[in-house]
Nanobody
Framework: QVQLVESGGGLVQAGGSLRLSCAAS????????MGWFRQAPGKEREFVAT???????GYTDSVKGRFTISRDNAKNTVYLQMNSLKPEDTAVYYC????????????WGQGTQVTVSS
């Protein structure tokens, strides 16, 4: 059983930056693909970024060039550096994990609120 705990959310002005962290426990971190998702009020949860167990990253188009996902396998932690934040980035951000080769993300964190003021 993998446990995920996010941190780093908060209130920031448009154009500012935040770094989210997600600490994982209970599994072999390097075996997992890690992802960040977000859910804005009244909207469905959407994919933001992923980092694969073997290396490589992927992003949704709306955050490309502004957000950077990274992982530290020694610390069992995945990060999401968010720059040039926009009000439309306001959402609860969730960390998720799936074992290498799995289709769906199985493990989810509790979420951290990010609010970007205009």
């Amino acid at each position: 059983q993998v446990q995920l705990v996010e941190s780093g959310g908060g209130l920031v002005q448009a154009g500012g930056s935040l770094r989210l962290s997600c600490a994982a426990s209970g599994g072999t971190f390097s075996d997992y693909n890690m992802g960040w998702f977000r859910q804005a009020p009244g909207k469905e949860r959407e994919f933001v970024a992923t980092t694969w167990s073997g290396g490589g990253t992927g992003y949704t188009d709306s955050v490309k060039g502004r957000f950077t996902i990274s992982r530290d396998n020694a610390k069992n932690t995945v990060y999401l550096q968010m720059n040039s934040l926009k009000p439309e980035d306001t959402a609860v951000y969730y960390c998720a994990a799936k074992i290498r080769g799995a289709v769906k993300y199985r493990y989810w964190g509790q979420g951290t609120q990010v609010t970007v003021s205009s």
